[in-house]
């Protein structure tokens, strides 16, 4: 009890204390001048807190790992030793990378040394692509920030704490899993821990482009609106923005509010999943330019109807985990956002489902590149404490660093709020809280949920869970199949719904062990697998609101939920490919389905 008190007590401190930077994120880190801190970092397994805490459970000051002290004098006592330290990659997971810490959860310091020609005219902020799920930042011994939430990033001003010369970073991280959390200590992947993705340290001149936001206008596809938004105040600022194949070249003079707000009339090619156009644009200030790649389109529903660019699309999508193909862990990297998304592909899809946390950057920008639809949500998964308030910041603080980072993500077209959260009034409350502050922070775009709680009837299924009235579009997990009914009683099942919206099917499937062939009726061989998605199909053929789905998943991940020995030795095998990427039989049915709409 102490323990969740204290941290309980911690984490109000950091939401406030954060709350400056939180959604006032530093848009597109890479393309600012930065030091990269990624590599091996030293590291420390300290599953007591022997780090952080004395013998009497008080915060350290002086004597903390984070001070990264040094023996001076043979007759030192200091029990600790980053120089002497095994390290560890980052960005990266701990689990995948020392077989002791496979199944850890608890505190691991990181620390790496960096040199710094440190300039008076800049500002240093030190950036993290996500860390899991704690993380308490050291520079030169003294504490910088905390931040919570594994799976957004945050950063810190460094600008005091950095020195010309030699400089040290320790990061505490801590995925210990607790009830108050997001997502809770309840879910089914894997909590890799870690400094997950890139670190860098930005060296930013003092006044800079902090944020900006560039898209097509909503009711009209030949205007090009956005806001730049500035770091710091300078009332004779003098921006201009560029987007040279559009010939458009347009200065914005600020004057008392860091943020000044445009609308150019141009023509641009509409980005769509058939021709994904993205336009490069220059943002100049002073002598420095940021530059990105933006793709122009619109997004709406009209009744049942999802449009893009005004026309109604289907969505034929796959959801994914955040895993590597390409090697054990969470996938960080370019080439893992490649090979994951062209997977996606070559199954037919023009939409995925990030589940079930915003995935790093390169998938959405891989995304933007290769023309598919994005839908992307926060850990608000199954049962988190819905009734406090504590929690409810810490989920919109992660809704606001997801929005703050993806914001110019032409792929990305659906927030989604939460996943199988059972009725509740709090739970009503707290997700249409969360609703609206998305559609504060970002009005172009759809929000969405994946509920799990349709009624039975006698005339079928019902989507009947007052949240639908919530959302834009409905998402509706379903596992008829699998965790209830024999297959082939689910072609037959009708649904109906309440509501004049556009409904996905955000998750259907069942597992099976790659190469494991049997008769239909055996459990977790390829060829139940595949009559769960044959007879699935044929369902969801019946759905009259149906505009997309993205049966669960596209590759089999590890989960702690899933010990049976020999056939999912902690990994969840409904996926359409197993771990290795071999396709299983069911991957072929989809394929040929999405073929053939
Ligand atoms: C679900 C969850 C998903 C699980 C899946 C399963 O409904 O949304 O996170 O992994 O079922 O395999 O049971």
Redesign the pocket.
Known sequence: MLSILTRGLTFAAIIFCSSSYAGNLIQNSDAHAHIDLDGPWHYIVDPYENGFYNHRYQEHTRDGYFKNAQVKHPSDLIEYDFASAATLNVPGDWNTQQDELFFYEGTVWYQRDFSLDKSRNERYILHFGAANYEAVVYVNGEKVGTHIGGFTPFEFDVTGAVKDGDNFVIVKVDNRREREQVPTVN???WNYGGLTRSVKLLTLPKQYISDYTIHLADDDNRTITGWIELGTGDKNAKVTLEIPALDIKHTLKFSDEPRQSFSIKAKPNLWSTAEPTLYEVNIRYNDRTISDRIGFRQIAVKDEDILLNGEPIFLKGISIHEESALHPGRAWSKEDARQLLTMAKDLGVNFVRL??YPHNEHMVRMADEMGLLVWSEIPV?WTVLFERDDVYANAENQLTEMISRDKNRASVILWSMA??TPKSEARLGFITKLANKARELDDTRLITA?L?TSSETDKGKHIDDPLSEVVDVIGI?N?CGW?GKKPAECAGIKWHSDYNKPVIMS?F?G?ALAGYHADAEQRWSEEYQADVYRHNLTMIDNMSFLRGMTP??LKDFR?PRRPLTNIQDFW?R?GLVSDKGVKKQAWYILNEYYQQH
Do not use: Q
Request: proline share 0%; glycine share 10%; net charge negative.
């Open positions: 879910t089914d992947w589940a079930h998964y996943n199988e994946a799990d997990n596992y965790y998750e499937g597992g669960w998943i989960s969840n409904k």
